[in-house]
């Protein structure tokens, strides 16, 4: 009896191992098999075995090299190509998407690359992307005062950016979009807000119109009719500052030929020789704005380079500008 039962058991035994080994066997066979209509891109690998699955996308897909990567910083946009990265189809990463995928499931192919060409492109973009950083201020031309705004100085993380290029070359569609990553390595100085309380007052010369203009905070106030220097000894283009203010100011007569017998020779005020008349904004090598009694004269080209005005306009200016106070020349 005892002998009985042990053979039943032995018997028993057995069959739950050859079970079992059946079961290990269809499991195995089944990881090793793609699900039905599963595709990689446009290529059909359903219910293939590995080894079969492999050859085809490798006889379908070598000479895919991915599509292009949009890489934006701002309104900037860079485009990484396949050829850059070096982008290949890796079969066996690829094969192995396609056994873990679901039946009818489409695969996008697992792609390979050359991390330097990342690298190498991510320095190119951080040549056209990294600045320094640039306080506001303004600047004057064709009759408008510009106003630049301060920006920061910023760097691009190369190292984050490869990274992010090395993530979107195995996505599709909208995810293979990259934003450059930056840090900011320096804030402005001074901002578009402290524009107005560093120039409270601005000068702005139009040698063509023969004009002066005045801003105040920034905003253009008056307008004044004036005379420029005549060829030969024009008014030299550019960006001063008023240097120096004088009233009732001394001629201080240049040894120039054509200031003649009164070259070198300083001519006090009020002597009818002095071409100064009641006030003096010095701005550049001898050059500067003044009152004039040559009333004629505004409107033209003149002078002997300096800036001439009527006496109640430069008193006017006088009174509204200081030492400091930008002037803009064009």
């Known amino acids: 009896m005892g002998r009985a039962v042990t053979v039943v058991v032995g018997v028993l035994l057995a069959v ?15 990881q090793d098999a793609v699900a039905d209509d599963v595709r990689v891109a446009t290529v059909d690998v359903g219910a293939m075995e590995r080894d079969e699955a492999a050859a085809l996308i490798r006889r379908r897909l070598a000479n895919t090299n991915g599509e292009k990567v949009a890489v934006m910083f701002r309104d900037t946009h860079f485009v990484l190509r396949p050829e850059v990265a070096r982008s290949r189809v890796d079969v066996d990463a690829t094969v192995d998407a396609a056994l873990d995928a679901d039946a009818g499931e489409t695969v996008t192919p697992r792609m390979t690359f050359a991390r330097a060409g990342l690298q190498s492109f991510a320095a190119r973009i951080a040549k056209r992307v990294d600045r320094q950083a640039r306080d506001a201020d303004i600047s004057w031309r064709d009759g408008k005062l510009d106003r630049t705004r301060a920006r920061a100085g910023v760097a691009v993380n190369q190292a984050a950016l490869v990274d ?11 995810e293979r979009r990259v934003e450059v990553p930056v840090r900011v390595t320096e804030r402005p100085d001074r901002t578009f807000e402290d524009l107005a309380k560093r120039y ?12 002066l203009r005045l801003y105040k905070n920034l905003k253009l106030d008056k307008k004044y009719k004036i005379a420029v220097g005549k060829a030969g000894t024009e008014t030299a283009a550019g960006r001063y500052k008023i240097v120096e203010k004088t009233v009732d ?6 040894n120039k030929a054509w200031a003649g017998e009164l070259a070198g020779q300083t001519i006090p005020p009020g002597d009818p020789r002095n071409p100064l008349e009641a006030r003096w904004m010095g701005f550049h090598d001898g050059q500067g704005i003044h009152g004039t009694k040559e009333l004629a004269s505004l409107g033209t080209a003149a002078s002997h380079g300096c800036i001439r005005m009527s006496v109640p306009a430069v008193k006017q200016l006088f009174r509204e500008v200081k030492v400091g106070t930008p002037l803009f020349l064009q």
């Not at 409270?200 to 004009?211: E, H, L, M, N």
Request: proline share 9%.
């Open 16 to 30: 739950v191992l050859v079970a079992a080994v059946a079961v290990f066997v269809f499991d195995a066979d089944g």
């Open 164 to 174: 992010r290029l090395a993530q979107a070359l195995g996505k599709t569609g909208a």
């Open 200 to 211: 409270p007052a601005v000068i702005a010369v139009d040698r063509d119109a023969k004009q």
């Open 249 to 254: 100011p001394p001629w201080h007569a240049p």
